[in-house]
């Protein structure tokens, strides 16, 4: 399973659209932080990558950190048990891209899903808009 490249820009599109509801709905968990069309931008110019599957679609972005890099899972959203085989085929092909580790900023619950992945951190957030 490839991403949809962001070369080919109308397949992208429709593939996108496509997937639009499994992206907003992983979005309703991101704190904000993106619009969907933000997630589309970061696609269309190589950001991040779009991989639809079936019943659901998964959002990634190759992080270059200093020493590593990782393949995140940025967002996810459709069928549990369809994302968490994709996973999988997802860590093959980051693999090739050169990336040392994969890396998951999702809710708790996905721990109890992948088993060979290890919490390194907790994301706390404080909203200040009200404040």
């Not at 599957?53 to 020493?67: A, F, G, N, Q, R």
Request: aromatic share 8%.
């Amino acid at each position: 399973m490839l991403p949809i490249s962001s070369l080919d820009k109308d397949k992208l599109k429709k593939k996108f659209e496509e997937n639009r509801k499994y992206i907003a709905d992983a979005l309703e968990y991101s704190g904000g932080t993106h619009s969907i069309d933000d997630v589309y931008q970061a696609c269309t110019v190589g950001e991040a990558q779009l991989h639809p599957l079936e019943k659901s679609c998964i959002i990634t972005e190759v992080v270059d950190y200093p020493s590593l890099t990782v393949c995140r899972i940025w967002l996810a959203g459709g069928e549990l048990d369809e994302l968490v085989e994709a996973e999988k085929f997802i860590a093959v092909w980051a693999k090739a891209q050169g990336c040392d580790a994969m890396e998951i900023n999702g809710r708790k619950g996905w721990q109890r899903q992948l088993k060979d992945y290890t919490a390194t951190s907790v994301i706390l957030t404080k909203d200040l808009r009200d404040e």
